[in-house]
């Protein structure tokens, strides 16, 4: 699993349209954190599960290629 950067962060946000107060409701987490999150790179593990696994549900996954970002899977018919 690729490493969840601000970088990424912001870009999987982007695809799905979100604000970070978006992401903070579908990852049951603070608003806070999130903005810390995205200006500092820090988070808890269980914190950066929570995000990942809000993306996820929504078929957005983080990946690592020549830098770090995100990207729609393609839904299965």
């Known amino acids: 699993m690729a490493e ?4 990424a962060n912001r870009a999987a946000r982007a695809i799905l349209k979100w604000s970070v107060r978006d992401l903070a409701a579908k990852a049951g987490i603070a608003f806070t954190t999130v903005h810390r999150f995205e ?7 269980t914190t950066k599960a ?3 696994a809000a993306y996820a549900a929504c078929d957005v996954e983080i990946t690592n290629g020549e830098g770090t970002g995100a990207s729609l899977r393609r839904r299965k018919p």
């Open 39 to 45: 200006q500092t790179g820090i988070a808890t593990e």
């Open 4 to 7: 969840l950067t601000p970088e």
């Open 50 to 52: 929570k995000i990942v």
